[in-house]
């Protein structure tokens, strides 16, 4: 837990770089996620939001707030995985979930789908997951009614309405737990994605049935053009088919989920398609995931394989950490753990960050011990230059009920 003087002293910090222009990060252990590696009792110099040094007895401006780092470890801000923040409040109230579309029956798939407007910058999932260092996500469609979700696009969780990064990216469920979208086969499935494809390609016919209205083949075919389409999909056999169809369709592919991803991991090396995993999967619960193991990072790192982390779900992606972890304690070098949690979704969905460097965005994390220990926290979050207070619903709500003198019975602590 930290301390109150700790809070204390990051919200006043974070009072005066609110109005500051530059922030001087003093004397940390820095990560930088580049080939400079790792920057024993370094500075970083955050000026109009953007990194313009890294080096050691830096010399700022005058009127530069100094955060001191005290040789602790700092990062670039972490990557949450594909996630509804911002766009599902409480999941039981229909009213407040925004990520997946239902019950538009003029046309089965809707690509043009985009949760993106629906974004609220101001949910409370917000602030809690970034007080636990997290600073980008990526807001992803749910599939609904369809086997093609939508699109969702990368955020900055720095309490924007428009912080977005990067183009849009289209998502694509794939497997037995979709399969009653689609025919109730995996064959199905493939059949009318292939239609879909059809139809995006060439003008509507008039009478014909359609799977995607006008404006649904425009986004399928713009996604041709090399477009980002994230595709969940478990089953080694269903990957290679997605890498197939990928290649022939002119799509720039990521897998998501990837539970067997490890037994294809040659193939995804060779087509340079990354895969979003999760690292906790390690039981067959499905007949998708058979071959799941938890060496499954090591084994695609291993091969080739760019690997980033996702799958926790959106009111707990901070646990996303905990996920990088565990695939580093079951052989994925540490700082390729690191890296799938900055550097690689940063590239993989063109946010100006995920490594500290001069001209990437000032997004920075001081930690208490090593940032993939659980036993770890966020002592100081940074979002473009700004110190953020390290304050959240949840921690409200401890100091709210935080006992004072806990020899006293119940009633008469802090009432």
């Not at 830096?58 to 100094?66: F, I, K, N, R, V």
């Not at 990526?138 to 696009?153: E, H, K, N, R």
């Not at 991991?265 to 058979?290: C, E, I, Q, R, T």
């Not at 966020?378 to 401890?398: E, I, N, P």
């Amino acid at each position: 837990m930290r301390s109150p003087l700790l809070l204390a002293a990051a919200l006043c910090l974070s009072v005066n770089a609110a109005s500051a222009q530059n922030l001087l990060i003093r004397g940390g252990e820095v990560h930088t996620g580049t080939d400079a590696g790792v920057l024993d009792n370094a500075d970083i110099l955050i000026e109009d939001g953007t990194i313009s040094a890294i080096g050691t007895n830096l010399t700022a401006p005058s009127g530069t707030e100094t955060l001191n780092a005290g040789g602790k470890p700092v990062t670039a801000a972490l990557f949450t995985g594909v996630s509804a923040i911002g766009l599902a409040e409480v999941e039981a109230e229909s009213d407040s979930v925004d990520n997946r579309l239902a019950d538009l029956h003029d046309t089965p798939m809707r690509p043009e789908f985009d949760v993106t407007p629906a974004y609220n910058p101001h949910s409370t999932v917000v602030p809690v997951t970034r007080v636990e260092g997290f600073g980008f996500t990526l807001l992803g469609a749910s599939a609904s009614d369809s086997i093609i979700a939508g699109q969702g696009q990368l955020v900055r969780l720095d309490g924007g309405y428009t912080s977005f990064a990067g183009d849009k990216v289209l998502f694509i469920t794939i497997g037995g737990g979709s399969a009653d979208k689609a025919g109730t086969s995996r064959a199905a499935q493939w059949m009318v994605l292939e239609q879909a494809m059809a139809e995006a390609k060439r003008p509507s016919r008039q009478g014909e049935p359609a799977l995607l209205t006008r404006l649904g083949r425009e986004t399928l075919k713009a996604y041709t053009r090399d477009g980002t389409v994230v595709f969940a999909v478990d089953r080694a056999s269903d990957i290679l088919q997605t890498l197939d169809f990928a290649q022939r369709h002119g799509f720039s592919a990521v897998v998501a989920g990837g539970a067997e991803a490890w037994v294809v991991a040659g193939a995804l090396a060779k087509a340079n398609v990354p895969v979003l995993l999760d690292p906790l999967a390690n039981l067959p619960n499905s007949f998708d995931s058979v071959g799941s193991r938890l060496d499954n990072a090591a084994l695609l790192h291993a091969a080739g394989v760019d690997v980033g982390f996702s799958g926790a779900e959106t009111h707990n992606t901070r646990k996303n950490r905990q996920m990088a972890g565990n695939a580093v304690a079951n052989g994925l070098p540490w700082e390729a753990g690191l890296a799938g949690l900055t550097s690689v979704p940063a590239r993989l969905f063109g946010m100006s960050g995920g490594e500290l460097s001069a001209g990437m965005a000032g997004d920075v994390v001081i930690w208490s011990g090593d940032p993939l220990e659980v036993t770890s926290a966020a002592d100081a979050v940074v979002l473009s230059g700004k110190v953020d207070s390290m304050t959240s619903r949840q921690t409200r709500l401890r100091d709210r009920y935080l006992p004072r003198q806990s020899d006293l019975p119940r009633a008469y602590i802090k009432p």
